[in-house]
T-cell receptor, first 114, second 114 residues
Framework: AQKVTQAQTEISVVEKEDVTLDCVYE???????LFWYKQPPSGELVFLIR??????QNEISGRYSWNFQKSTSSFNFTITASQVVDSAVYFC???????????FGAGTTVTVRA | AAGVIQSPRHLIKEKRETATLKCYPI?????VYWYQQGPGQDPQFLIS???????DKGSIPDRFSAQQFSDYHSELNMSSLELGDSALYFC?????????????FGSGTRLTVV
């Protein structure tokens, strides 16, 4: 069984602060895929990033960066210099090549105050 | 670029009524997934289709049924609606060979049962 844990329920920051979202996962698969999605108040699910289990290279894309550590089963996501438009619920998700169903974490609500 | 189209965007039904949600995948996508997201919850997998055949099933009530048609669009039929069926219903599509890259979500149908 797969499980994704996002321990942070809510995070509130002031604009321009950095925000790091934690994600810990459990899976018995040796190959798997990790995702981050953003859900703004309008409700749609916006794809942010995907990582293979065999690709531990961390990257920075604009104000977003991610830290994938297989040894600790963590896939953390950072927003640098947060903006009000970053206010949303952020979901970490996991899938395997068996069925590609997404197992979501409970989500972290990020509120960025002006 | 074309996206996944879901209709209607909003739907209000009374208890015990029937609802039909429609999903039009991105052209040339042969796989469709349905998810249900209750208020304050993470999305939960309902059912998936590949090439017009059901490929996997999650915690979908017997009152719900779904199918994928020859043009690859999919419909989720929900009968004897209950208050607890009020949720955001997402459809997602992908080409089977690209599933490891994740899939594209539609904007969702918000169903309210009163």
């Amino acid at each position: 069984a797969q499980k994704v844990t996002q321990a942070q329920t809510e995070i509130s920051v002031v604009e321009k602060e950095d925000v790091t979202l934690d994600c810990v996962y459990e899976t018995r698969d040796t190959t798997y895929y990790l995702f981050w999605y953003k859900q703004p108040p309008s409700g749609e699910l916006v794809f942010l990033i995907r990582r293979n289990s065999f690709d531990e290279q961390n990257e920075i894309s604009g104000r977003y960066s991610w830290n994938f550590q297989k040894s600790t089963s963590s896939f953390n996501f950072t927003i640098t210099a947060s903006q009000v438009v970053d206010s949303a619920v952020y979901f970490c998700a996991l899938s395997s090549p068996n069925d590609y169903k997404l197992s979501f974490g409970a989500g972290t609500t990020v509120t960025v105050r002006a | 670029a074309a996206g996944v189209i879901q209709s209607p965007r909003h739907l209000i039904k009374e208890k015990r009524e029937t609802a039909t949600l429609k999903c039009y995948p991105i052209p040339r996508h042969d796989t469709v997934y349905w998810y249900q997201q209750g208020p304050g919850q993470d999305p939960q997998f309902l059912i998936s289709f590949y090439e017009k055949m059901q490929s996997d099933k999650g915690s979908i009530p017997d009152r719900f049924s779904a199918q994928q048609f020859s043009d690859y669009h999919s419909e989720l039929n929900m009968s004897s609606l209950e208050l607890g069926d009020s949720a955001l219903y997402f459809c997602a599509s992908a080409r089977t060979g690209d599933l490891n890259y994740g899939y594209t979500f539609g904007s969702g149908t918000r169903l309210t049962v009163v």
